[in-house]
């Protein structure tokens, strides 16, 4: 096991799903490029990455995930036309996604959950622990989730995962976690897990959202989980390994995130997401708020 004083460095980004639910817009865009306000989505996923000080990003990614790629690198024709015209704002604007992190990608070749996506990170990754931030999820910049996860796991050890209070109808859409406490008002022990539980079966109502920090013996655990729900490798069947067995990988805790957070795989989400952070741009946000409140007068 690997000492809980390990630094952590990398961050491993999930980024091969289809997009089913934002079809025909994904047919030939990644979903994690539908722009949020001016921004693509995964932008926001690394930014936050790089505020916990993580600058070694892999993404895994699939087929037709190119413009992954093309965003994170450099675009010499367009930063030369921009230079050209003396536009230094959009220029600045344009470097800065290559300028944010020391990029990597591996491709997922076959879809089989996100279990298998993580363990396509182990040959880059290694022994070290390491954070996994799920594309889906943006975490708002002013509520530094990553960032607590990471010096939680620095005193406990083992892995962390992120957890928040949801509606008990609701529990369905989620892993599931079974806690006690953990010493701390927002940190608790997590005793299990089950993925997208009947709201009967549910061990409680703390659903796990898109970040993890986990230890690097999840790799060995992952290597021999079977496909669980929807015939996937699921991740959250290996942190139940790790929960339930300590001494596999050390313990596994969890945050309680009450924070900000926008799931951008679901349209609805999405679209409140675009709409608070268009509000709260200091540049869109005042005429903005205005033709909202007017249009929503209107419309009332």
């Known amino acids: 096991m690997t000492s809980s004083h390990s630094r952590i460095t990398k961050a491993v980004i999930p980024a ?33 990455a790089v505020a916990a000080g993580l600058s070694d990003v892999l993404m895994v990614t699939g087929r037709n995930k190119r413009p992954l790629e093309d965003h994170f690198d450099r675009n010499y024709e367009l930063e030369e036309a921009l230079r050209r015209k003396g536009d230094e704002s959009r220029l600045a604007r344009v470097q800065e996604s ?15 959950g996100l279990g298998h996506a993580v363990l396509c990170a182990a040959p880059h990754v290694g022994s ?28 406990h050890g083992g892995s962390v995962i992120a957890l928040m209070e949801v509606d008990p109808a609701q529990i369905h ?22 993925e ?37 490798i699921q991740l959250t ?20 995130f009450k924070g900000r957070r926008y799931d951008t795989g679901d349209r609805g989400d999405y679209l409140r997401a675009i709409v608070r952070l268009a509000c709260e ?20």
Not at 173 to 190: F, M, S
Not at 199 to 212: L, M, W
Not at 217 to 229: D, H, I, K, S, Y
Not at 281 to 293: M, N, Y
């Open 128 to 155: 070290e622990p390491f954070a996994v931030l799920l594309g889906d999820d943006l975490i708002d910049a002013r509520d530094p989730l990553l960032a607590r996860m990471i010096e939680v796991r620095a005193q």
């Open 196 to 232: 997208k539980p009947a709201a009967a079966d549910a061990p409680s109502n703390y659903a796990v959202i898109g970040r993890y920090v986990l230890d690097p013996a999840v790799f060995e655990v992952l290597r021999r989980t079977e496909p669980g729900r929807g015939g996937e």
């Open 281 to 300: 741009r200091e540049d869109l946000g005042p005429d903005f708020r205005t033709w909202l409140r007017s249009y929503v007068t209107e419309e009332m």
């Open 173 to 194: 859409l989620y892993g599931c976690a079974a806690v006690k406490p953990g010493g701390e008002e927002d940190v608790v022990q997590v005793t299990g897990l089950v």
């Open 16 to 48: 091969a799903g289809l997009g089913t639910r934002f079809l025909p817009a994904t047919k030939a865009t990644p979903k994690e490029m539908l722009p949020v306000v001016d921004k693509p989505a995964i932008q926001y996923v690394v930014e936050e």
């Open 237 to 256: 069947d290996a942190l139940q390994d790790l929960a339930a067995y300590p001494d596999l990988g050390g313990p596994v805790h969890g945050v309680v």
């Open 98 to 112: 290559s300028d944010l992190a020391t990029m990597h990608y591996v491709r997922q070749g076959d879809p089989r």
